[in-house]
């Protein structure tokens, strides 16, 4: 079977089930798609699949979104975005790799502080600001933001289908925004969608065995599997840098 098959399956799969469940597991998209396609050409070949995954997400959690919270969030995302498509142009693969590895184990050790210490602060305006605009850059330099939305939105004392509504809304916002700045890049066109549709079968997949594993985790549950998703693709992105 052709490698490049293999992994937009599994990529795929892993999209599908991260977008409907714990998320963070994203992450581990990238460094497996740049088995067959490495370089930053990955990203473009990703996009569509979070595209697909965000339709379905917003189509399938159409309640109980947190609008006041993604206010707060989202305008500093745009921005994040349009630093982040510069940032992109001017580094390389094995940059934003390392960069991306070393913010995710900065979040992980931020929310591992506020299980021992008050966390009202990041449920304040200034707080969504930074982490809009941060989720924004690594959402545009490669894709994998879960982990930083997932923190602060985690904070925000969400019930869970709140929580996974208003994750779902974000995400898919911010990669419409993101777009046009990929074809300016030129890491999306025709031939790299072509390419992304091979990962369709295993997207389906994913999906639908994320959407019900996530009605059988409480919520202490959900909140360490996505720290622990998020440890191992920070060393899985290290091992690619």
């Known amino acids: ?6 992994v937009l399956f599994v990529a795929g799969l892993i999209t599908g089930f991260s977008k409907f469940s714990v998320g963070g597991m994203g992450l581990l998209v990238l460094p497996i798609v ?62 934003f790799l390392t960069f991306l590895g070393v913010t995710i184990i900065a979040m992980i050790a931020l929310g591992l502080y506020l299980d021992f210490r008050p966390a009202s602060f990041m449920r304040k305006p200034v707080t969504a600001y930074l982490m809009g605009f941060f989720g ?22 969400l019930d869970k289908t709140t929580y996974v509504s208003t994750r779902a809304w974000a995400f898919f916002i911010i990669n419409i925004v993101k777009l046009p700045l990929y074809i300016s890049l030129g890491l999306l066109s025709v ?13 389906a997949l994913g999906s639908f065995i994320g959407f019900h594993f996530l009605k059988k985790v409480n919520p202490i549950q959900f909140k360490w599997m996505i720290r622990i998703m998020s440890t191992l693709a920070a060393f899985k992105l290290f091992l690619f840098s």
């Open 1 to 6: 079977m052709d490698l490049s098959f293999v």
């Open 34 to 95: 740049m088995i067959a396609f490495p370089g930053p050409e990955a990203l473009g070949i990703l996009l569509p699949l979070y595209i697909i995954t965000d339709v379905m997400a917003v189509a399938s959690y159409r309640n109980k979104i947190a609008w006041s919270v993604l206010a707060r969030f989202l305008p500093l995302a745009f921005l994040g975005v349009f630093i982040g498509s510069q940032f992109l142009a001017n580094i390389d693969a094995d940059q």
């Open 136 to 157: 924004g850059v690594i959402s545009m330099v490669a894709n994998a933001a879960g982990p930083l939305f997932s923190l602060f939105l985690l904070e925000q004392k």
């Open 191 to 203: 031939e790299s969608t072509e390419t992304s549709l091979y990962a369709l079968p295993g997207l």
